[in-house]
């Protein structure tokens, strides 16, 4: 029996309709951008395994690092203990976040790290006293899979199944120059029980790749400053250069009081969430009063053999190739959307940093059951690359090391999509 078939015996996929599934592709090895089934064939990973790879698969300095730390902790209770890679990460992060981050709270994996920022953000207004209950949130948003996460994400076919079960939201449009003074409003007139906006910065990624100015954010935010709202940068997706600067945060004057960490955070090697916060949201935790303790924590919480690949991440992160890479990257993004812009199939492209989506035509339906995903996806995996369309939306975001043959490799199969399909 082949590998897919004892994994479709014994497994149950994420985000998949086992009945109509095709086989999983089962993969032996990753290189470089590069990952190699059984058979030896090579795909081109132009979505970065689910987004958490960028410095490429199986990486020999973090896998180094990882089994260095293998081989002297494993893992220990981080209640009441402590260990070096923890407080290092935390210390070397903190460094380079916006200059209000203060504080870290691990977890293991980006809805924890939501889950923890909203329970700050809910439990900062109990510990004052004041009844702020009531969460901000974009429409189309992605904030995980977990109760809370899924709560302030928006609405769809995903959440049906939950939504009378869901916490109550306000959700609002992305903001533009047309609405900025409408969505104003909105927050001015329920000030008195917003807790907190949570937002994606600049790029909604599951959402459908969707991407909004920094400046109108910018203004919200300051908007939500001003009106005593406390503010929530979910970066598990834009965090660690995708947008083309560290933080999608740092295109931006505002600063958010809380931000959210994963994907990228250990080059995609392990599962790890983390959660910063300012001093001030800190401080609204210290009590005599033991009911005030922000009473969260995972078993595998800041789990040493996570810090040590995050921390080896960040050591290949902060190289200046890595950076040259995600300038060559944007570069040649933005040329090839040029090119193709005006192609007849081609609703419209659009790019922030190391992301590039673009919208295909559909006739009629455009959902992400569309059929037309399905085509793509596979068109693309019979030529080697991995492209894992949101409906009609196609997007490149590939590990920072991808080299530009294969880059233009993954543009010219597009355009041979383009003509073919
Ligand atoms: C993927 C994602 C999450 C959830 O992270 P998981 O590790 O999959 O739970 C949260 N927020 C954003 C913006 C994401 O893209």
Same mark, same amino acid.
């Given at each position: 029996m082949s590998l897919a078939e004892r994994d479709l015996k014994v497994i149950w996929h994420p985000y998949t309709q086992m009945k109509t599934a095709q086989l999983p592709v089962p993969i032996i090895r990753g290189e470089g951008a590069c990952l190699f089934d059984e058979d030896g064939k090579k795909y081109i990973d132009a979505v970065s395994s689910w987004w958490?790879?960028?410095?490429?698969?199986?990486h020999p300095y973090i896998a180094k690092k990882v089994s260095e730390q293998l081989s002297k902790?494993?893992?220990?209770? &981080?209640a009441g203990f402590t260990h070096e890679g923890a407080v290092e990460l935390a210390e070397r992060l903190l460094k380079i976040?916006?200059?209000?981050?203060?504080k870290a709270f691990y977890s293991d994996n980006g809805s924890t790290a939501v889950e923890v920022a909203i329970k700050m953000c809910l439990q900062y207004w109990n510990n004052k006293g004041e009844s702020r209950t009531k969460i901000l949130a974009f429409k189309n948003a992605y904030h995980g899979d977990t109760f809370g996460a899924m709560a302030v994400s928006g609405r769809s076919a995903f959440t049906a199944p939950f939504d009378s079960l869901l916490f109550d939201v306000e959700f609002i449009d992305l903001p533009d120059k047309t609405n900025l003074e409408n969505l104003k409003s909105k927050i001015v007139n329920r000030k008195s029980e917003l807790a907190c906006f949570i937002f994606e910065p600049l790029v909604q990624g599951a959402g459908g790749m969707l991407m909004y100015e920094a400046q109108y954010l910018n203004e919200l935010m300051a908007h939500c400053r001003n009106e005593g709202v406390l503010m929530i940068a979910d970066e598990v997706f834009t965090g660690f250069g995708r947008t083309g600067k560290c933080f999608a945060c740092n295109h931006l004057n505002e600063l958010p009081d809380i931000m959210c960490f994963s994907k990228g955070l250990t080059g995609g090697t392990m599962a790890l969430g983390l959660t910063t916060c300012t001093q001030q949201i800190y401080d609204? &935790?210290?009590? /005599? /009063?033991?009911?005030?303790?922000? &009473?969260h924590g995972h078993s595998f919480t800041a789990n040493p053999v996570a810090c040590a690949a995050a921390l080896a991440s960040l050591d290949l992160f902060l190289e200046t190739s890595t950076i040259e890479n995600i300038q060559r990257i944007e570069k040649l993004h933005k040329e090839f959307a040029l090119k193709i812009k005006n192609h007849l199939k081609i609703k419209t492209t659009r790019q922030t940093g190391t992301i590039l989506a673009m919208e295909w035509q559909t006739g009629n339906n455009t959902s992400y059951f569309d059929s037309l995903r399905d085509t793509l996806y596979n068109y693309f995996l019979d030529a080697g690359i991995i492209l894992r369309p949101l409906g009609n939306i196609i997007y490149i975001l590939p590990p920072y090391c991808i080299t530009t043959e294969e880059l233009y490799y993954i543009y010219s199969k597009i355009e041979q999509a383009l003509e073919e399909i």
């Open positions: 958490v790879n960028i410095h490429g698969h199986a902790l494993e893992h220990v209770i &981080f976040l916006p200059v209000n981050q203060q609204a &935790f210290l009590s /005599d /009063d033991r009911l005030k303790t922000l &009473f």
